[in-house]
């Protein structure tokens, strides 16, 4: 387990990445502060990368971004951050984004790949705030599961994608037009079902795009004894 008493300030210069793998990263708080875990900042326009890769974050807290923090200096348009085979779970915010919120207006990149956001609960928040968010958003084979929201929307425009991915929780928030949605080939809570050819200003998807449904309760039954199994072992480690 990774505890520091302050969180992990990561700044990233042009064409800087950093990588962080293999860690379970436990009960780091940033009260009153962003980024319980990790705060992450880039340097405007600068081609930086940063990616979380088999990190298992859990019960960190802060005030926004309960695990990480996304932050910019100017305003970044080509900078990423990937999340790939991590774990999030029972991450804490008091004001944003129990797993991952990031800073107004900030144009980075979101790439989530085969990850899992499980039991992320702190007053109906999001565990991925993106509700200030302007940059592209990327869900691949991921699972949110327990959480009092699985994703938020703002008023910027986000331009979102959610592939073969498991959300047993709500999505919240305006998108502003299908433009910047892609949805397909996931099992979805049956709230997120389309019910309209007309549309929605919120997140809905489409059965015709190969989307499934079934009431929360009913995917979490299938997915959760394995969860908890996982999260015990983690535990013991």
Not at 84 to 90: L, R
Not at 112 to 125: A, C, Q, R, T, V
Request: hydrophobic share 35%; glycine share 10%.
């Amino acid at each position: 387990n990774v505890r520091w008493k302050r969180p992990l300030r990561l700044l990233l210069g042009k064409k800087q990445w950093v990588a962080m793998s293999n860690v379970h990263v436990k009960g780091n708080k940033a009260e009153g502060a962003n980024g319980g875990a990790v705060f992450l900042a880039y340097r405007a326009d600068n081609k930086a990368e940063a990616t979380f890769d088999k990190v298992f974050f859990e019960r960190n807290e802060a005030a926004n971004g309960g695990a990480i923090y996304v932050d910019a200096i100017g305003d970044p348009s080509r900078n990423t951050i990937n999340i790939t085979n991590s774990t999030f779970t029972e991450n804490e915010a008091t004001v944003s984004g129990n797993a991952i919120t990031t800073a107004s207006g900030k144009n980075v990149r979101i790439n989530i790949i085969n990850s899992l956001f499980f039991e992320n609960e702190n007053g109906n928040k999001a565990a991925v705030d993106l509700s200030n968010h302007r940059g592209s958003t990327y869900v691949l084979n991921s699972t949110f599961i327990g959480n009092d929201v699985a994703f938020e929307f703002g008023v910027e425009p986000a331009r979102f994608a959610l592939h073969n991915s498991v959300v047993s929780d709500g999505i919240e928030g305006t998108l502003s037009g299908s433009r910047n949605l892609q949805a397909g080939y996931n099992l979805l809570e049956d709230d997120l079902k389309c019910r309209s050819s007309g549309g929605s200003s919120g997140f809905c998807a489409r059965e015709a795009d190969n989307n499934e449904f079934l009431d929360a309760e009913a995917i979490k039954g299938l997915h959760e004894k394995k969860l908890s199994i996982l999260c015990a072992e983690k535990d013991n480690e």
